[in-house]
């Protein structure tokens, strides 16, 4: 396959012009010298893309981007000018995204242990619904609510057993995971919580897992939500909101293919017929995933075994990805260069671990060479961390052949902050 054809595979916006890769129209090798390296590069236009083929396969539902993807200020902005929720995990989160622009009454909080500060944040500002993980979560949401003179909306996040298929670490909705409330007991919880005073029982919210490319796991799901939206129905408590959460998988490897959002709704909505209830999903991933590239600098080459490596200046603490989960990530080089290599992409970490890519056949590149790091939008910066005292990478937003630098680069005094002896 040409270069350029796989490329637009994992974004209509990344390709190779006279031999230098361009995303969303901005030269990478000018933007690298510019801005410096490692760097996280968002495209707009992709993410816009992606929002709006979530919109257009599910036009009533509610897509509350899930911040955790990706909480650059700017990017959760294009999901607000798009008209997205979003969905949270922290009471820094919402703090995020009120101030990207999301509206309090599209933001969905979900997580296990919801701090007493973080869940009186969240009623001060009224959001739209708290996706309640146990039981205790909301007798303790009914007793800060009354303190406040508030109600807080609730869903309650059920486990629905479902194997989704994927990577162990990133599975949520099995029994034995720590997520949400087994969906046999939670009807039982559902009757409890109706009788609570400050609680208003408003959804049912599950999420099964992460990086999914088989749908038959979200049509599991569904019917199970359903199932139990119906015996909710019949007891007279009325659900308003289905949040069916994220999850749709990527490409990552070169021949990895991937169902679209109009596929998931061929799967979801025929499942939602008769269901007085507005769908919400919390897609990340597939929003953001394929919208970024880490770039990163070849420092240094060596050979060693007989093995050549390719040492370069984003490490694990800038991309945890491939030593977390063993994920794969597609590297290319920013200059294309007909000969090819071999190696080994490592990063400067002190550790065995520290591998951007194992055995990758590479454009030959030289010292100070830049290279692309493929679908790093998702998971990438937000996971980021300060290990060797490494300060974190810039962001910036390309958009039609422009750019903006949405967070700098950071420096060891800002590592160092408020730090004393
Ligand atoms: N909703 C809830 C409740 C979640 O826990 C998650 C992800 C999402 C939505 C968004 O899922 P997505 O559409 O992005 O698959 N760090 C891992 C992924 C962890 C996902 C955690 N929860 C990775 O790098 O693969």
């Known amino acids: 396959m040409a270069v350029n054809e796989l490329l637009k595979e994992y974004s209509p916006y990344l390709e190779y012009r006279n031999g230098v890769l361009h995303f969303d129209g901005v030269n990478l090798k000018e933007l690298a010298a510019e801005l410096g390296t490692p760097l996280y590069v968002y495209s707009v236009n992709h993410i816009r893309d992606q929002i709006r ?67 009186k944040f969240a009623l001060e500002n009224d959001i739209l619904m708290f996706n309640a993980e146990s039981e205790m979560e909301i007798e303790v949401l009914n007793e800060l609510a009354g303190k406040m003179g508030k109600k807080a909306r609730i ?21 034995k995971s720590k997520f949400g409330i087994d969906i046999n007991e939670a009807f039982d919880v559902y009757r ?119 040492m370069v200046d984003a490490g694990f603490n800038d991309l945890l990805r491939p030593a977390m989960y063993g994920a794969y990530h597609h590297i290319v080089a920013v200059e294309e260069r007909p000969e090819k290599v071999v190696a080994d992409v490592v990063g400067p970490i002190c550790e065995t671990g520290d591998v951007l890519g194992e055995n990758r056949e590479l454009c030959a590149v030289g010292r100070k060479d830049y290279l692309a790091v493929l679908s790093a939008g998702a998971y990438g910066f937000v996971m980021a961390s300060h290990y060797n005292m490494r300060p974190r990478a810039a962001e910036v937003l390309v958009e039609n052949g422009t750019y903006r630098v949405t967070r700098p680069r950071e420096d060891w005094d800002y590592v160092l902050w408020r730090e004393t002896t």
Do not use: M, W
Request: proline letters at 6%; aromatic letters at 6%; charged letters at 25%.
């Open 53 to 119: 083929a979530y919109k257009e396969a599910f036009p009533d539902a509610l897509i509350a981007y899930a911040v955790k993807a990706n909480f650059n200020l700017g990017v959760i902005k294009i999901a607000a000018e798009e008209g997205c929720g979003a969905d949270t995990v922290s009471g820094g989160e919402i703090y995020r995204a009120l101030k990207a622009g999301i509206p309090a009454d599209r933001i969905v909080y979900a997580g296990v242990g919801k701090t007493d500060d973080e869940l």
């Open 155 to 175: 869903a309650v996040r059920v486990n629905p057993d479902v194997d989704p298929k994927t990577h162990p670490k990133i599975a949520t909705g099995l029994k």
């Open 192 to 310: 409890r919580a109706a009788d609570l005073p400050n609680v208003e029982v408003v959804g049912i919210h599950c999420h099964i897992g992460s990086q999914l490319t088989d749908l038959s796991p979200f049509a599991e799901a569904t019917e199970k939500v359903v199932n139990l939206y119906r015996r909710l129905k019949a007891e007279g408590i009325e659900i308003k909101y289905l949040d069916l959460g994220g999850g749709l998988g990527i490409k990552y490897r070169p021949e990895d293919r991937v169902p679209t959002p109009k596929e998931l709704a061929e799967v979801i909505l025929p499942k939602l017929e008769g269901v007085d209830a507005r769908l919400i999903l919390e897609p990340g991933r597939s929003i953001a995933g394929n919208a970024g590239v880490l770039l990163t600098q070849v420092q240094f080459l060596k050979k060693k075994d007989g093995k050549l490596f390719v």
